[in-house]
């Protein structure tokens, strides 16, 4: 859902958006994860203890959701967004987090906090 929420914003098709969501048990690994020695094992064990694993696409290491969780994804075009990448996270709250909110001419590149994606295989 994450995915096609932030590919749908990318292509100009919805707005700035914010997802909250209840996503289950579930290990979110991070990309540097399925590198890493050992993935396939942490796949094993996340299963056998009930948890799905998956693929999310942004973050620096496994996160552990719950029935209980509440999911916060945020959405949001930019025309490069590689340059803001450390600056967007130093925001004061209540500040626009969109830098080129309003315009209409700029590529549409998205970022993402917190998100996850198609399940992993292992």
């Avoid at 098709?13 to 914010?18: D, Q, S, V």
């Avoid at 996340?46 to 916060?72: D, K, M, N, S």
């Amino acid at each position: 859902m994450s995915r096609a929420l932030l590919q749908r914003v990318a292509a100009g098709e919805l707005p700035e958006t914010l997802r909250l969501a209840r996503p289950g048990a579930m290990v979110a690994f991070a990309k540097q994860d399925a590198v890493a020695r050992g993935y396939t094992d942490a796949v094993r064990a996340a299963r056998a203890g009930g948890f799905e694993p998956v693929l999310r696409l942004a973050g620096g290491r496994a996160a552990v959701f719950h029935e209980q969780t509440i999911a916060l994804a945020h959405a949001v075009p930019d025309p490069v967004p590689r340059t803001g990448i450390h600056s967007r996270f130093d925001r004061p709250r209540g500040s626009s987090s969109a830098p080129c909110a309003g315009s209409t001419s700029t590529p549409a590149w998205v970022r993402s906090r917190a998100s996850t994606a198609p399940a992993a295989t292992a």
